[in-house]
C-alpha cells in the first residue's frame, strides 16, 4: 500500500507544477539577436513596399485598379491592413533590437535599421497623412497610441535620417558580422556609406515633396535643397540603387519577386493597367519598341490579335466604349489629335501592338484570358522575355522566364534625376539644367532596365543599341524644347518620364500626382463618376476598429505637404 | 468462461489485505429482485449501526442480534425492513418505489443520484439511441435527442468531424465543445485538423469517434453549470459523461453474458440537383469552354459555334498531338450527357461486428469488448475502420477495498479525399465536391481520359480545373489514430456512511495524418506530401472524501457529499513534415520530393482544483445541493491564475411532500427545480509571455547563403489576463400526468459569460496585431422541453404507441466586445463570415450586399446588373430559431416500428452549392435563356431601372456569385432522421437455442429532408459546415454533401 501511495505521488506530482508561463516551442525574448532582426527588416521591407504598391500603383495606374469601379468601392480600409500592419511590426522589430545592438555596439546595423525606420515612416505619412508616431509601439503601455500630424512626423523623419547619418559615420560594418542585403559585397559585408548616400537621398525626397512650403520642421527647405545638392552625396549609380534583390528558389524558401509568384504561377495573376502600358508602347505614337524598355516591362503571352480575340476572354471588345473615354483631357500628351485615351487594351482595340491589361476601375468578372493577359516582364519581376509563351500554364508553374529574380526599387539613381529636374525647374536650384537631369533619369532607367540582371540570350534582340537609346532621348527632349512650351508642359514631360521609370513602384507616382497633378491625361474610370479621387488612402482597419484616436476615415484628408490643390482623377 | 478471465484480474487487482473482525452472530443472505440478485445494496442494522453492501451476487453478510432491525436500501427502491429472529439468513426481495419512478443518473464526478434528487438538467441516453446504428459516430446518432444540445455534422463523408454545442455558444474565441468523460475519465475529443477550412478542416473528424457505440451503456449529458461545477473548466460548455459496458461492471448481476450484435448498412449522397439537360457549356447561347452552362440549346445546329452537323470541336484536341493525338482535328456530338455525374458518386457499406462478453464472480465482476467497424462512404476512397478493444472489471475485498479498472485500446484509420473550399470557379487547394457538380452537361466525364497517358497529368475540358477523377485517384487526406485510454481507481469503506476513493485516468493518444497529391493538379501541379503526428497526453488524479448519512433517527434528514482534489495535465506534442516537388509520380514517401519543410511544438498546462458537493435532503422530497471548486492554472500570472466558483441548487417534490398529492390520478408525480451554477474557463496555455518569431531559411539570394530571421512575436503578452467566469440560472420543471402517460421536463436557463477571453485584434500602431484579452460578454437564453407521450398503452404484449419529443430554443446574444470595437470575425473570411457584433447573435454572417438606396431598393448600375453595397453587412444569422425533435414508436408483440422527425426553424445558411449550380446554369432553374430579363430596383438616380440584361447574366450574376448576400438561404428544413422496424424473436422460438435473445433491425437514416426555402431542384441539404468543428457555422463551402445510410443489424445474446 505504501508502495502503492509512493508510486501514485510520484506520477502525479508532475500534474501540481503550477508555473508553465512560457512556451517551450518558442524562443524566449532574452535570446534576440539584434543581427538576425537586422535580417528580418531587410526582408521585409520589400514586403511592406509591395503591400504598399497594392494601392499606389492601382491609383496611379500602372496596375489595373480593379477592385470597383468607383473610387468609393475600390478601396477599403481593409485593403490597408496589410500595409500598416508590416509597416508598424517593422518598426517594433527595429525597436526591439536597439538596446542590445547599443550594448553591442553593432552602430553599423542601429544606422542602416534607422534610415529603414525613417523610409517606412515617410512612405506611411505620404500614403496615409498623419499617422502615429510619437506614441507609437509602447505595446502593453499604450495601446491606442494618438495620430501625429504628418508634418510632425515628416520633421521629426528628417532628424532621424541626420542621427542615423551621424551613427553611420564612424560605423564598422563588420561588427557582429551582419549581412547587408542592400549594399553588401558577395560575403555580405555591409557599405556604411552607401547608407548615408541613402539617407542623404530620401532627405532630399521629403524635401522635394515638400518644396511647395517653405519650412520642414525648423529647417528652411530651400537651404537645406541646395545644401544637399551641393554636396553631392546622393544615389547617382545603380551600385547606390535602394532596391531589394530577390532570389530565383521557388520554395522553401520562397525568395522570387511576389509579382513573379503572383503572375507565371497559375491563373495570370494581377492585371496591368491599360493605361500604363499604352503610356510606354503607344502614347508616343512612334511604335513598337520606339520605348527600349518596352519588351523588359511587359511580356504578352500570345500575341493579342482580333481573330484570337472574342467576348468570352475579351469581354470589353464587344462593349461600347465609354464615351468620356474620347475626351481631349485623357488623350495623348504628345500626339492628342491621332492617340486617344486608350480602351480595353494598350492600344484601343487596334490590336497594332495590343498589350492585354484592365481599364481603370473594371471590376466585371474576370474572362477566360489566363493565357493571353499581359504580364510582368524581365523587369523589375526577373520574369519572362522574347518569343511568346504560356508563363501561367499548367506545365510551366513558375519555372520560365528569370525565375522571380527581380529587384524592389525603392529610390534609383534614375528618381533622383527626375527629383533634381524638377526642382531645378521649380525653384532653380542645382548647377545641371533640368534637360540634362532629365536626360540623365532616362538614361539611367534605360540602363538599369536592360543590365539590372545578366541579361539571358532571349533579350539579346531587345537590347537597345546607341541610336534607339539616342532617338528615344531626341524625342522626349525635342518635346521639352518644343516651341511655345511652358514650364507647366516641361514639368509634366519630366513627371511623365519618372513615371515611366518608376515602374515596380507606386509611391513615387502617387507623390508625383498629388504634387504637380501629372500625368494628367490619366484614364479615368469607365464609370464617368468615379467620385472623389484618394488623397491619401484609407487608414487600415486595424487600427480604425481598435483606436479610438484614429481619425475618421474619408478620401479628402491630406498629407500636409500637398498644398497645391490639384484637381485630381 | 469464468476461470479464463479470472487470472486478469487477479494480475490487476493484486492489491490487498487481510483483516478479521471478530463477530457474534453472522446473518447472511441473498438480496434479489425480480428474481434477479442486487449487487450493491445498502444493509443497515438500525440498532447497531453497523452497515455493509451487497455483493455482486446479492449476497451479504452482516453481524446482528436477534431483534435487531435491518434496512435494505437502494435508491430507486423502497426501502425494506426485517427484523432479525432465530434464523440468521435472511432473503429479502427488493421492489421498485412505483411512486417515485426513481430513475438513477450519473452526475458530476460520476456520482449516482436520484433524478429527483437534482436540482439541474440531466438528459440520460440509452444504449438503444445510439448501438447497432448506421452512424458510427455516437455523437452524431444523438442528433435531436437531448433538447439543449445541438449536434452537427460536418458532412456526410465518412469520419468526418461533427460538431456539438450544448445551451448555445458561450465564448467567442475558444472552444464551445463540451467536455467527454469516459467512465469518470476526461477524454479528449478534440477535432485535429492541419488546415484550416481553405483546405478542408472539415475532413479531420472528431476524436469522440474514437468511442465504439455498442460498448457505451448509457449517456448523461450534463447541460447547466450548477450540473458540472465539479468537472471544473473543462466543464464550462456542458459535460457528454458517457458510461462504458466496460466501465460499470459493479452492476453486472447474471454470471455470464455473451452477446453479439452485426450490422450492415448502406450509405449514399444524400440526393443530388435535378439537372437540365438542355443547354450546354457556353455564354450568351455562344458555345465556349467557359465553367457555365449558358450556351445554345442541344437542339442548336449551325449557329452560336455549333456545326451544321451538330458537332463541336473535340474538347480534348486542344491538347494537340503531343498528348491526345487521336483526339486533333475531331468533333463531337452537341448532346447532353444525363448521367455524366451520378457515376462519380457509389454505394458505401457500413459493416459492424461487437462482441460483449460480462459476468461476475465470487466479489469480482468484469466486461470485455470487442467492436470492428468498417465504414465506406459514398465516394472512393472515402473509408473510415475502427478496432476497439476494452475491458473493464472490480473487486471487491472483503477488507472495505473496491478496486476497479477499465482498459481501452482504439484503433482507427481514415482516408477521405480532399475537400478544399470551394467558391464555385475551382478550389484553392484541391477539392473534390468544389466542381463535380457544375461539370458541363455536355461534357462526358465518364467517356474521356482523366489523365495524360504518358506523364498522369489532368486533363479537362479546360487547364484550370482538376478533373476531379483524376484528382479522385491521385490525392488523399488519411488519419490515424492509436488510443490508450483507461483508468484505475481504489475506494475503502471506512464505514457504513463513508468512504474514501482515489482515481488515475490516463488517455493518450497518437494522431498521424498524411495529406498527399501527385504531381500533375492544377492548384499543386508539383505534388505535395504532408505528414503530421500530434500525441495528445491526459493525466487526471482524483482523490476524493464521500459520504452519505442519515441525520436523524427518523430519516427525516440525509447529508451526502463529497469532498476532493483533482488534478489534470494536459499536453500535446506535434510534428509535420511537409515536401514539395515530387519525384517519381505515384510514390509518396518524403524521399521521393525534392523540398522539405519541418515544423515542431509542445504544449503542456496543468489545472489543479479542490471541490466540495453536498446534498441535504429533507424526508426524500426536498434536496439542497451546494457545490464548489476552485481552480489553479498553470498558464497564468500567479496573482491570476486561480478562480473560484460555486453553484447551488434546489429539488422539491410536491407529490411526495403534500399528502393530498400523493396518489393521485391526475398528477403522477412533479418536481420543481432551481439552480445556480458558475463556472471557470481558462485560456490556452502561453498568453502571458510571448517569445520570439524566428524563420530559418527565410531568403536564399541569388549570390550568399541562405538568411535567418528573429523578429518579435506580432503577438502581444498580456500579463493581466484572468480566467472567464460563467454563471447561469436554471429553473426546471418535471412532471408525470395521467396515469404516467405523459411526461414534461422543462428547462429555462439564462447563462452570461463574463470576462470572455478573446483574441482581440491590437491597432498595430502599438507594434503588435494581436492579444489574448479578456473583454467580452455573452449571453445565452434558452427553453428545453422534453416531452413523451403514451397515445395508445396497454399490456406488454398489445398494440403501443409512444410518442416522445424535444424542443430546443436557445436565444444568444453578444452582449460588448472591447470598447469601440464593432466586429469582430470568428470564423471564416474577413470579408465574409462569421462575426461577434454587440447586440447581436453570435456568429451573425458579415458579407456584401445589394446596394440599397435610401428607401431601400435595390440600386442597379449602368450595366444592368445590382451595385454592390462598398461596406461589409450583416447578411444572416446562422442561429435556428428553434429545433424540435417529434420521436414516435409504435409496437405490437414483438414489433417495434419507429421513426424520428426533426424540424429547424431558421437560421440562415450561405451555400456555394447553390450559387455554383444556380450561376453555373446546370439545374432546372425556369430561367427562359432566349429572354432579357430587367432587374427590380433604381437606378443611381433614384428612377425604376430598365436596362434590359441577358438570361446569362440574369442567371450569372444573380445567383450569389458576386453579390454574397444572393447565397445566403433560410435553412429551416423538415427531415426524416431515422426509421426503423424491429424484431425480437419471441422467447419461446429461441428456448430451444442457445440464445438469450435474439433480435433483427431494419434501419435507415436521413432518408428524406426538404429544405424549403433553398430552390427545389437543387435538392440541398444544409445540413453541412464547410467551416468545419468549431465557432463557424451557416457555411456551405462545397466540402461535402450530406448521406443517407440504411440497412439492417442483428442482435444476439446468450
Known sequence: MFLLTAVLCLSSCETFDLDQLNNPSTLDNNQSDPIYVFNYVQLTLPDFVYSANTFTQRITRQMAMTGGNTYNNAFAPVNSDNNWTTGYLMLNAIKSMEPKAIENNYTFVLGASKIMRCYILMTMADVYGDIPYSEALQGNANLTPRYDNSADVYAGVYNELNEAIGILADADPTNGAPRDLYYGNDKGVGNAANWITLANTLKLKMLNNSRQLTTLGSYNITNEITTLIGNNDLIDTPAEDFAFKYGTTRVNPNSRHPLYNDQYELGGGQYIANYFMWAVSREKNRGQDFDPRERFYFFKQAPVVGSSTNAANLPCKSLAKPTHYEDSRYASFYAPATIKATYCTSDNLTFTNAYLGRDHGDNSGIPSDDDIRTVAGIYPIGGEIGSPINVNSNTNFGLTGELGRGIMPMILSSYVHFIKAEIKLTLNIGGVSAEDELKAGILASIDKTTTFIPMPSDAAPFLPTATKIQAYVDFVLGVYNGDGNTDAKRLELIIKEYYIAAWGNGIEPYNAYRRTGYPSNFQPTLEENAGEFYNTAYYAGASVNNNPNAPSNNRSKKVFWDVANLPLH | MRSKFKWIFTLLLAFSMQFSFAQEKTVTGTITEGGLPMPTVNVVNKNTKASTQSDFDGKYSIKAKTGDVLVFSFVGYTDTNVTVG???????????????????????????????????????????????????????????????????????????????????????????????????????????????????????????????????????????????????????????????????????????????????????????????????????????????????????????????????????????????????????????????????????????????????????????????????????????????????????????????????????????????????????????????????????????????????????????????????????????????????????????????????????????????????????????????????????????????????????????????????????????????????????????????????????????????????????????????????????????????????????????????????????????????????????????????????????????????????????????????????????????????????????????????????????????????????????????????????????????????????????????????????????????????????????????????????????????????????????????????????????????????????????????????????????????????????????????????????????????????????????????????????????????????????????????????????????DPEVMSLGVGNGQGFDYLTGPTSKRYGFNINLTF
Open chain 2, 86 to 1020: 432465530a434464523s440468521s439468513v435472511i432473503n429479502p426481495v427488493l421492489k421498485t418505489d412505483a411512486q417515485v419512478l426513481g430513475e438513477v443518473v450519473v452526475t458530476g464526478q460520476g456520482i449516482k443520484k436520484e433524478k429527483k434528487a437534482l436540482g439541474y438538467a440531466v438528459t440520460t441516453i440509452k444504449a438503444e439511441e445510439f448501438a447497432s446504428k448506421p452512424s458510427t459516430d455516437v455523437v452524431r446518432a444523438l442528433t435531436g435527442k437531448a433538447p439543449g444540445v445541438n449536434i452537427q455534422q460536418t458532412s456526410g463523408l465518412s469520419g468526418s468531424g461533427t460538431n456539438i454545442i450544448i445551451r448555445g455558444y458561450s465564448s467567442i474565441t475558444g472552444s464551445n465543445q463540451p467536455l467527454f468523460v469516459v467512465d469518470g475519465v476526461p477524454f479528449n475529443s478534440d477535432t485535429n485538423s492541419d488546415g484550416n477550412f481553405l483546405e478542408g478542416a472539415t475532413n479531420a473528424s472528431s476524436r469522440f469517434l474514437d468511442l465504439d457505440p455498442n460498448n457505451i451503456e448509457s449517456i448523461s449529458i450534463l447541460k447547466g453549470l450548477s450540473a458540472t461545477t465539479l468537472y471544473g473548466s473543462a466543464g464550462s460548455k456542458g459535460v457528454v459523461l458517457v458510461t462504458t459496458k466496460s466501465g460499470n461492471t459493479k452492476e453486472i448481476n447474471k454470471k455470464m453474458e455473451v452477446s453479439v450484435s452485426q450490422s450492415l448498412y448502406m450509405t449514399e449522397i444524400s440526393d443530388l440537383p435535378d439537372f437540365q439537360n438542355s443547354y450546354g457549356v457556353g455564354n450568351e447561347l455562344e458555345y465556349r469552354t467557359t465553367f457555365g452552362n449558358w450556351g445554345p440549346s442541344f437542339n442548336t445546329r449551325g449557329e452560336g459555334g455549333i456545326g451544321f452537323d451538330g458537332s463541336v470541336v473535340h474538347p480534348y484536341a486542344y491538347y494537340g498531338a503531343g498528348v491526345f493525338p487521336e483526339y486533333v482535328g475531331q468533333t463531337v456530338q452537341w448532346q447532353a450527357y444525363p448521367n455524366n455525374i451520378k457515376p462519380f458518386f457509389s454505394t458505401g457499406t457500413v459493416n459492424t461486428t461487437s462482441v460483449n462478453i460480462s459476468g461476475r464472480g465470487d466479489n469480482t465482476s468484469y466486461n470485455l469488448n470487442v467492436g470492428n467497424t468498417d465504414d465506406k462512404g459514398f465516394i472512393e476512397n472515402n473509408q473510415y475502420k475502427r478496432l476497439n478493444l476494452s475491458t473493464g472489471g472490480s473487486t471487491k475485498l472483503s477488507n472495505g477495498f473496491t478496486f476497479s479498472t477499465v482498459m481501452n485500446y482504439v484503433r482507427t484509420d481514415k482516408s477521405a479525399p480532399l475537400t478544399g473550399y470551394g467558391y464555385g470557379s475551382g478550389a484553392v487547394t484541391p477539392s473534390i465536391f468544389s466542381t463535380i457538380l457544375y461539370t458541363p452537361r455536355s461534357f462526358d466525364l465518364f467517356g474521356l481520359p482523366y489523365e495524360d497517358p504518358k506523364t498522369h497529368e489532368s486533363v479537362y475540358y479546360r487547364r484550370d480545373i482538376t478533373n476531379p477523377r483524376w484528382l479522385l485517384k491521385n490525392a488523399s487526406d488519411d488519419e490515424s489514430v492509436r488510443r490508450f485510454y483507461g483508468n484505475f481507481s481504489a475506494l475503502y469503506d471506512i464505514n457504513s456512511w463513508s468512504n474514501v476513493s482515489y482515481r488515475l485516468a490516463l488517455d493518450n493518444y497518437t494522431q498521424r495524418k498524411k495529406y498527399y497529391i501527385n504531381k500533375g493538379g492544377y492548384q499543386t501541379p508539383l505534388g505535395y506530401l504532408r505528414t503530421t503526428v500530434n500525441e495528445n497526453t491526459v493525466f487526471d488524479h482524483t482523490f476524493s472524501y464521500n459520504f452519505n448519512k442519515e441525520l436523524d433517527k427518523k430519516g427525516n434528514w440525509a447529508l451526502d457529499g463529497t469532498v476532493g482534489v483533482n488534478s489534470r495535465m494536459e499536453g500535446y506534442n506535434y510534428t509535420a513534415l511537409e515536401s514539395f516537388t515530387q519525384f517519381v509520380y505515384g510514390f509518396q514517401e518524403h524521399q521521393n520530393y525534392e523540398d522539405h519543410l519541418g515544423y515542431s511544438e509542445n504544449s503542456n498546462f496543468n489545472i489543479v482544483g479542490v471541490y466540495a458537493s453536498t446534498t441535504l435532503a429533507f424526508r426524500k422530497y426536498a434536496y439542497l445541493n451546494l457545490q464548489a471548486r476552485k481552480d489553479y492554472f498553470s498558464s497564468l500570472l500567479k496573482e491570476n491564475r486561480s478562480l473560484f466558483y460555486p453553484s447551488a441548487s434546489l429539488s422539491f417534490v410536491p407529490t411526495d411532500a403534500f399528502t393530498v398529492l400523493k396518489n393521485n390520478k391526475y398528477l403522477n408525480y412533479a418536481k420543481l427545480r432551481v439552480g445556480y451554477g458558475s463556472s471557470a474557463g481558462f485560456p490556452n496555455p502561453y498568453q502571458t509571455n510571448i517569445g520570439l518569431f524566428q524563420q530559418t531559411s527565410a531568403f536564399t539570394p541569388v549570390v550568399g547563403e541562405t538568411v535567418n530571421i528573429i523578429s518579435p512575436n506580432s503577438q502581444l503578452g498580456n500579463p493581466i489576463l484572468k480566467p472567464e467566469l460563467y454563471k447561469e440560472v436554471e429553473f426546471g420543471l418535471e412532471a408525470k400526468l395521467f396515469n404516467n402517460r405523459l411526461g414534461i421536463d422543462l428547462s429555462l436557463y439564462d447563462k452570461r459569460s463574463n470576462d470572455l477571453i478573446i483574441n482581440a485584434d491590437l491597432a498595430p500602431e502599438s507594434g503588435f496585431s494581436a492579444q489574448t484579452q479578456n473583454i467580452s460578454e455573452i449571453s445565452n437564453k434558452g427553453i428545453e422541453l422534453g416531452l413523451s407521450l403514451g397515445i395508445i398503452k396497454s399490456d406488454t404484449d398489445g398494440f403501443q404507441w409512444n410518442l416522445s419529443g424535444t424542443f430546443t430554443k436557445n436565444r444568444n446574444i453578444v452582449e460588448s466586445l472591447a470598447p469601440g470595437v464593432e466586429q469582430l470575425g470568428i470564423a471564416g473570411f474577413t470579408n465574409l463570415g462569421n462575426f461577434a457584433v454587440p447586440g447581436r447573435p453570435y456568429g451573425v454572417i458579415l458579407g456584401g450586399s445589394i446596394l440599397r438606396d435610401g428607401n431601400g431598393n435595390y440600386v442597379v448600375g449602368t450595366d444592368g446588373n445590382y451595385v454592390e453595397d462598398p461596406e461589409l453587412k450583416e447578411i444572416g444569422d446562422p442561429n435556428a430559431d428553434w429545433k424540435s425533435t417529434i420521436i414516435n414508436e409504435i409496437s405490437y408483440k414483438n414489433i417495434t416500428f419507429g421513426f424520428q422527425f426533426e424540424y429547424q426553424k431558421g437560421g440562415d445558411i450561405y451555400s456555394n452549392t447553390a450559387n455554383s449550380l444556380l450561376s453555373r446554369g446546370v439545374v432546372v432553374d425556369g430561367i427562359d435563356r432566349e429572354n432579357t430579363y430587367i432587374l427590380p430596383g433604381v437606378n443611381p438616380n433614384g428612377n425604376i431601372n430598365a436596362i434590359q440584361i441577358s438570361a446569362t447574366q440574369y442567371g450569372f450574376n444573380n445567383s450569389g456569385f458576386f453579390i454574397d448576400e444572393q447565397s445566403v438561404y433560410d435553412a429551416t428544413n423538415l427531415r426524416l432522421r431515422e426509421i426503423s422496424l424491429s424484431y425480437s424473436l419471441p422467447k419461446k422460438f429461441i428456448e430451444k437455442t442457445p440464445f438469450g435473445k435474439m433480435s433483427i433491425s431494419i434501419v435507415g437514416q436521413n432518408l428524406w429532408y426538404k429544405a424549403f426555402n433553398f430552390p427545389t431542384h437543387l435538392n440541398f
